[in-house]
Structure formats: structure tokens, C-alpha cells
């Protein structure tokens, strides 16, 4: 007998190399007319949010450009960009970028038709309906355009704006607009992509479409990951990825992810003054997070373990599991990224403190299948702290 459950995203999907250009006549079909386009200034000398506005034009519309977005975006940029859309006169809004545009975009469409701030929005909500809004991701990895948050730095902590309203109307996903980015940037928003997958899969959220979307989105990011990273130009490895993320997107927007994202949070800014990518940062715990969750889900991380590509024909079930942590592991080898936290600055003396900032993450602590404790996060940060699982120590 199955449990009943909930499944939502994004209202409408628009996937494929090209479908930037239908971002005109999408919005213009829902009745808008004048869109502010929220951006970063990377993207927009790139020359994507010309491209943009060209497709906006076509369609009759008008449309201008904020491309103060930045990286791990604070309050304080995000009441920026919302300042501006609430001045121009606009009835709609484009993100165009990777995860921190959109995020910022989704805010920026709550202020369009809302009174106050992100941080009131956070503690007391919202009530009225968004304009109406596109969300073009310019990575394969965040998966924001299909979720139903938008993330915010404070100095303190991370935080997070949830409404099912956040939800676009209309998520575009052109691979093409993935083709130029580099490598590391390419490895780090991929490897993301495939931590929401798995997390999705492990969450106590997660239900029969989030598990075979999951298993899908591996399978893919499996085969592609590797492939796009060799070589940037490969479009149909940049397509496999660009599926692969927004298939990972849907998952994290229904099942969320466990606290293999809070041991990333746990170490870099602003738990710490330590900067590092989104991505990296929670793969290089990832590995340990996968140990600690798989005495829980043996038959799951069994899978995960075949879908990475792993053999485990005829192999006892707890041995075919423990297959899972290292298949990322060789992953990671790949992709030329760092295999423990002292390898990115991280002191033995900051572990304890380290191990506590995951208890103060409870919605990730209450999605994982394993409870959490501070002995054990004190055990899974001493093995990331030197790269070695259990078992190769
Ligand atoms: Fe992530």
C-alpha cells in the first residue's frame, strides 16, 4: 500500500536548446507586458540578457536589466534588486542566471505585489499572488527554477524564504545557455545537482515520483558529468546535464534535501569566514554524509551505488551500500576536487563547533533517515576532516 502524498513544481516546463527564445511570448500569453530582467553582470556581458530582452521585445514587451546579482546573495542586494522592480513600472519578472539570480528574482517578484521585507516575508509570510514570472537558469545545478525557496546570507546564518507561490509560471531551461561556462564552475554546480538527487532520494519527504525522478537524475549525471567537464562543448552532454539538474530541482522542490546540505553549510560562511563554492562545500562531506545515512537505507544507497556505476552483482546488501560514499568518492577524483576539509582551511579545533552548526539546521536534521547527533556528526566531520571513510581508515 502506498501513502498518499503531495507533488508540486513549477507551473509550466519549457526544456530544450533554443526555448530561451519563447520567454517573450510565455509571459506576454499570461498578460504581461513590461518584465524587469534580474541578472548578473557575468551573465549580462555574456550578452544573455540582450537576448533576453530581444525575445521579450518580439513578443511586444517591455523590458530592462538588474545585473547587480552576486553569489551566496545577502539581504541587502536582495532589497536591491527589489527597490528597482518595485520603481520601474514593471508587471513581470526574469531571472536569468545561476541559483542566486533566481533566488534573488523570486524575491524581487514578491516585493513587485507584496508590502515589507525578505526578512518580514521569512518570519510572517506573505499573502498576495506574484506577478507573473520566468526563470532561466544559466547553470545545471541549483535547480532553483523549480523550487519553492529562495536563500538569503545574513551574517549570522543562512536563510530561507518558503511559499509554494515562489513556484514560476514558466521555468525555461536552455541547455545553450550552459555552453561557456567553465569547468569548475561546471563540476561545482554538477556535483550539487547530484547531491539534491541523492538527498532527495535518503529524505523522509521523499515518495515514489521524487524517487524515480532521483534515480533518473543520477543515472544521468552518472553519464554526463565527466563528459561535460572534459569538454564544455559536448552539447549533448550539456543537455544530459541540464535535464539531469532540473530533474534534480524537482526532486528538492517536493522531497528537500537531508543534512548532507546543512555539513556543507556547517563549515563555510557564515557559519565560518570561510569562503568556498556552494557545491564543493557539500561535496567534500558528502561522502561521510552517505556512510552515516546508509546503515539506515541499506537497499536505497545499494542503489544509488549500481546507478553510479558500481558493481554489485551478488554482493551482500550492506557491502553493495557502502558501494555508495565511495562512487562519489571517484566522482569527486574526477572531477579534480578536494577530498577532505583540511584540504580547504578547516582546523581540527573548529570540528566540534563545526559538528554542532548541523543541529542547528532542524528542518535538514528532521528530513534525514538517520537521526542525528552530535556524536555522530562529530564522527562524520573527523573522517571528512580526513578524507577517509570508515572502512579505509
Ligand atoms: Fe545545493
Known sequence: MFSSFPFRTAKKILFGTGTIEQVGTELNGIGATNAAIITDATISQAGWADKVQAALDAAGMKSEVWDGSQAEPSLEVGEEAIAFVRTG????????????????????????????????????????????????????????????????????????????????????????????????????????????????????????????????????????????????????????????????????????????????????????????????AIAITFPYVMEYNALAQLEKHALIAEVLGEDVEGLPLRDAAYLAPIAFKKLMEDLRLPLSLQEVGVTEDMIPMIARNVLKSPNHCRRNPREVTEEGMLELFAHAYEGTLSWEM
Not at 511559499?163 to 561545482?188: F, H, K, Q, R
Request: proline share 6%.
Open 89 to 280: 513600472g514593471f508587471d513581470s519578472v526574469v531571472g536569468l542566471g545561476g541559483g542566486s539570480a533566481i533566488d534573488i528574482a523570486k524575491g524581487a517578484a514578491v516585493g513587485l505585489t507584496n508590502e515589507g521585507n525578505i526578512m518580514g516575508w521569512i518570519k510572517e509570510g506573505f499573502s498576495n499572488p506574484l506577478a507573473p514570472m520566468a526563470l532561466c537558469p544559466t547553470t545545471a545545478g541549483t535547480g532553483s527554477e523549480v523550487s519553492d525557496t529562495a536563500v538569503f546570507a545574513t551574517p549570522e546564518l543562512k536563510v530561507g524564504l518558503v511559499s509554494s507561490m515562489l513556484y514560476p509560471d514558466v521555468a525555461i531551461v536552455d541547455p545553450e545557455l550552459t555552453i561557456s561556462l567553465p569547468g569548475p564552475i561546471t563540476a561545482n554546480t554538477g556535483i550539487d545537482a547530484l547531491c539534491h538527487a541523492i538527498e532527495g532520494f535518503q529524505s523522509v519527504q521523499a515518495n515514489p515520483l521524487t524517487d524515480a525522478l532521483a534515480i533518473e537524475s543520477m543515472r544521468m549525471i552518472n553519464r554526463y558529468l565527466r563528459r561535460v567537464y572534459c569538454n564544455g562543448k559536448d552539447i549533448e552532454a550539456r543537455e544530459g546535464m541540464a535535464l539531469a539538474s532540473l530533474l534534480a530541482g524537482i526532486v528538492m522542490g517536493n522531497a528537500d534535501t537531508t543534512i548532507g546540505h546543512a555539513c556543507g553549510y556547517a563549515y563555510v560562511y557564515p557559519a565560518t569566514d570561510l569562503h568556498y563554492p556552494h557545491g564543493h
